[in-house]
């Protein structure tokens, strides 16, 4: 088998021996953050990955390093139409859909389309084959809820015509048709309802933790949008894929919150990530955004009953790397972290 060399630290993200049997394993979105993590993980697992994704909101990049390699393949496909694919699947993690907020605003159609035909399309070859299903859903599920910590149970309060509402329907919608073919097929799915991630490997694009980092580092100011009290909880990457590895191979069907439940403000990590990169920015308030949430923390009882799973990166130490790999890619890369480059 070809070496394998992960664009994470092998350090937080021990690949662990090969996994038996071998499986045949499909990752939409692979080529994004977390897929490509994901894809590495698996491929460093002994498994063969066929990853399908159009590049809307990334770059090959991010899974080059795994294109020598003989059990992958990358396939340049929008999951919104129908694929076939020979020969038998083990099964498909679904995770394509692009992730970045500023692309809820500017291309609310593609959001919506890949979780609404995207995931029908991956649910359809998942019958076919007869494999299981993994949707990776969202706490946006939840909306702009005042339960905390968030609990799957929870129902939330979406807002079905909001500017973030492409990406938050859509995620509620693909739940459903998720469990609508478990329920009248017998396909065999589980949901992975996704905290914020954060990590090496991260583009820069419009979420909270690359921006800042990219700014700390440039030296420009970090702008906290109304006070800066709103809380959120960040899992790092590597982390979040043992988790999602753990909830594919378990025998659930239900929702299960997978993410980090520390919280902090959004001013505590604009601080943070200062002290960190030992910048000279300086912290500016900025109007609120609108549709922002006032605090995101997951209730993980569930997966650490069910899967033993829980975070086990602490914030700081995550930061940490994933600032010392922003500056070595800035270094390498004119334009910084790795842009999302084939974004129409
Ligand atoms: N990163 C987070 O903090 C987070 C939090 C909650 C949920 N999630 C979910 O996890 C999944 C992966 O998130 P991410 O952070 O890696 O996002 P990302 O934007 O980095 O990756 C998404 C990938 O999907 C691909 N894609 C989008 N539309 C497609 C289409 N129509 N056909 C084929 N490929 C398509 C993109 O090109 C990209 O490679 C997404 O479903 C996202 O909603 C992520």
Known sequence: ???????????????????????????????????????????????????????????????????????????????SKPLAVEPTLNGVLHLATAADPQLFRTHPVEIARAAALGTAAMLDLAREHGCRFLLASSDAVYGDSLERPLAEHCQGAVDPVGPRSAYDEGKRFAESLTVAYQVQWGVDTVIARIFHTYGEGMPSDGRLVPTYIANALQGAPLIVRGTGQQTRAFCHISDLGEGILALFRSAHHGPVNLGDPREISVLALARMIIDLAKSTSRIQF?????????????????????????????LEDGLRKTIAWASAAAASAPGGMLPAERRP
Do not use: K, Y
């Open 1 to 79: 088998m070809t070496d394998v060399t992960s664009c994470n630290d092998p350090a937080a993200t021990s690949p662990g021996p090969p996994e038996e049997p071998s499986l045949r394993l499909l990752v939409s979105g692979g080529a994004g953050f977390i897929g490509a993590h994901l894809c590495d993980l698996l491929v460093r697992r002994g498994h063969q990955v066929l990853c399908v994704d159009n590049l809307f909101s990334s770059s090959a990049r991010g899974v080059e390093h795994l294109l020598r390699h003989e059990s992958f393949t990358l396939i340049d496909h929008d999951v």
């Open 286 to 314: 900025g109007e609120p955004l609108e549709g922002d949430r006032r605090s995101r923390c997951p209730d993980i009882t569930l997966a650490t009953r069910l899967l033993g799973w829980r975070p086990r990166v602490a």
